[in-house]
């Protein structure tokens, strides 16, 4: 006997005793019985409209959900799912997109020799989701705050409240056939390994072009870029080309070391101005200025007056990092050096660190130090760190850092930089002149 077949006897029985009262004795166990019928009838009623409402869900695709509470958000594409591929495979690729994001409140003070002190707060705000697309494809999409500074995303506050910039931070593709091999397309993260603590290259830096990476078993890796710098319509795109190799892994007794080379060539610079004319700024890097008529190395399509990359840079790398627990924490050591193969002098980088501790949860700490030292045209000044030494080479000094866990997700560091510019005295000026920072910050991940 089926639902509605039931549904309908049970029916039959209240009207009968609904009209023939009289042929019953008692009436309690009458009255008794017709409430269990009708319970009966209504459970009935139910089973029936979650079996339409069964038919009807697969007839068609659920609608979107986000699970509140969660950072992960569920957008049903079954109905667009191609022939032949079932709704369960098509829908299962939503659950794996995940929302990400992080705010930072910075408080800065600046002490520069033949400078007048500075204090600013600034912003960085991040957010973004990463979709794996299926077993071998993801992607990742993020906006931060700021456009203007390819070197930083922070927004400093004040001009009356004024609405703040927010762009593009990343925006690629990557493959993974197999737990070895990883092909990036887009505006991606660095792909190339460094130390945690490392200063030769900005980490805000996001670079824009292809990369592959391979990782072997035994831990040896190697990577290959290929990036744009500057675009241009009528003369050679500014580029760089890396390639990277080393190895990593475990010693034993809890000791891990990372070692690696690489060598990247920056093509198209030497003779340019970056990124553009009026927002040239070498940053510590040799400069000429263009003639009349030419002459020196800049590109005619330089203007007269416009100081242009009197260098190539093509620099050979070799890095180190070790860790090991010491006192039930995390100790990290690390050391690297650079140096520009295209000048004829000037052309040396080195710098090295210690970290002990982690910030990872509640309570939690860490303390840091690193020394760096780099000569005027040892790196490609557009990309060294944007807080060390204010961003320049022909720089020198150290930097002092400290954090604590706050919270869950929640952190204060400070980091106070002791640096000397124009170390060489042929920048402008001609003078070594101290320069002190000191960094307040609170950090917020979600």
Not at 277 to 303: K, W
């Amino acid at each position: 006997m089926n639902v509605r077949t039931l549904a309908s006897a049970v029916t039959g029985v209240l009207a009968l005793l609904a009209v023939s009262p009289d042929a019953w004795s008692q009436p309690d166990e009458i009255a008794q019985l017709k409430a269990e019928l009708r319970a009966l009838q209504q459970r009935i009623e139910a089973v029936e409209r979650r079996q339409t409402q069964a038919q009807a869900a697969n007839a068609q695709p659920a609608a979107p959900t986000v699970a509140a509470g969660s950072s992960t958000v569920e957008v049903s594409t079954a109905a667009a799912a191609p022939v032949g591929r079932s709704r369960t495979n098509a829908a299962g690729w939503t659950q794996r997109i995940q929302l990400k994001g992080d705010l930072r409140y910075r408080n800065e003070r600046f002490d520069v020799e033949g400078a007048a002190d500075r204090d600013r707060d600034r912003i960085r705000a991040r957010a973004g989701f990463t979709a794996r697309i299926n077993d071998r494809w993801r992607t990742e999409l993020v906006l931060a705050t700021g456009r203007s500074d390819h070197r930083s995303a922070n927004q400093s506050l004040g001009e009356l409240g004024a609405r703040k910039d927010f762009g593009l931070d990343l925006a690629y593709a990557q493959w993974s056939p197999d737990e070895r091999f990883t092909l990036t397309l887009g505006k991606m993260r660095q792909q190339w390994i460094r130390p945690d603590e490392s200063l030769f290259i900005d980490g805000d830096i996001n670079p824009e072009g292809l990369a592959a990476a391979y990782t072997h078993s035994s831990g040896l890796f190697a990577n290959a870029h290929q990036y744009w710098l500057t675009e241009r319509s009528q003369l050679s795109d500014s580029t760089l080309t890396a390639v990277q190799a080393g190895w990593r892994g475990e010693l034993g007794l809890g000791v891990r070391l990372t070692i690696g080379a690489g060598y990247y060539d920056y093509g198209a610079v030497r003779g340019r101005t970056l990124p553009a004319p009026d927002e040239f700024d070498p940053f510590g890097n040799s400069t000429f200025t263009a003639a009349p008529g030419g002459g020196g190395p800049c590109h005619p399509a330089v203007g007269v007056g416009e100081r242009c990359l009197a260098n190539d840079y093509d620099i050979a790398e070799v890095f180190g990092e070790v860790s090991f627990e010491l006192g039930g924490r995390p100790l990290t050591v690390f050391a690297e050096y650079g140096r520009n193969r295209a000048a004829d002098e000037l052309d040396t980088a080195y710098g090295a660190g210690v970290t002990w501790g982690r910030v990872r949860d509640a309570r939690s700490w860490e303390i840091g130090y690193v020394y760096q030292d780099i000569e005027r045209d040892a790196l490609f000044a557009q990309f060294v760190d944007s807080d060390f030494a204010d961003g320049q080479t022909d720089s020198r000094g150290s930097v002092i850092r400290v954090g604590y866990g706050l919270d869950q997700n929640f952190a204060f560091s400070a980091s106070y930089f002791l640096n000397e510019l124009n170390v060489s005295g042929l920048g402008s000026g001609g003078a070594r002149r101290d320069y002190r920072r000191l960094q307040l910050d609170l950090n917020f991940r979600f």
